[in-house]
């Protein structure tokens, strides 16, 4: 089945940098990739997403980029507020596979001010 | 997107006793999906809630340890049956929007503490 990887796990930047985070994926069919922000104690929140016949989507200070022969997508986060904090979450999902969504293990990062 | 609700919340809960989570969306969707999420970790998906047919599991998850009904495109259940301290984390519904995109949102979860 689908495997996801995420780097770096952890993630300290300072106020007004940017943050990298990067994912890999495994099965070639997968056609959707979103990136989730969650907050200490709530639940995952959707905040941008791509589909494989996109190559990057921007949304303010958040962009997305995608290498389908690589396998590979990255969250970029420019102008880094202490609101950034949180846990992000990549995602692939393969269409044929029942609408499955696979997670990576998850980034942490830290905004100081 | 969907407006997901949860219930209960939170929950503490002695060893070998059961709990039924609830899983109520505001408008009907085709995929309903639940998750666990152990402290400090990523989201594992248990299974999919098909409405009119049994849950499809996931590897390391049976239907005896994690009942799942779907008796409409609304509403969902989890049981977490013969609970053990392991079973201590934080259950998430999850639903796919239908439509052009299919984003997939969460309910609030359910923290659950096993003692």
Redesign the interface.
Known sequence: GENVEQHPSTLSVQEGDSAVIKCTYSDSASN?F?W?KQELG?????II?I?SNVGEKKDQRIAVTLNKTAKHFSLHITETQPEDSAVY?CAAKVRAA?????????TRVLVKP | SAVISQKPSRDICQRGTSLTIQCQVDSQVT?M?WYRQQPG?????IA?ANQGSEA?YESGFVIDKFPISRPNLTFSTLTVSNMSPEDSSIY?CSV?VTGG?????????TRLTVT
């Open positions: 959707y979103p989730y709530k639940r995952p929140q959707l997403d589909r979450f029942g609408n499955k969504l696979t997670f990576g293990g998850g | 995929m999906f970790q990523s989201l594992t998906l999919t499809t998430l796919e995109i299919n984003e997939q949102y969460f309910g609030p979860g």
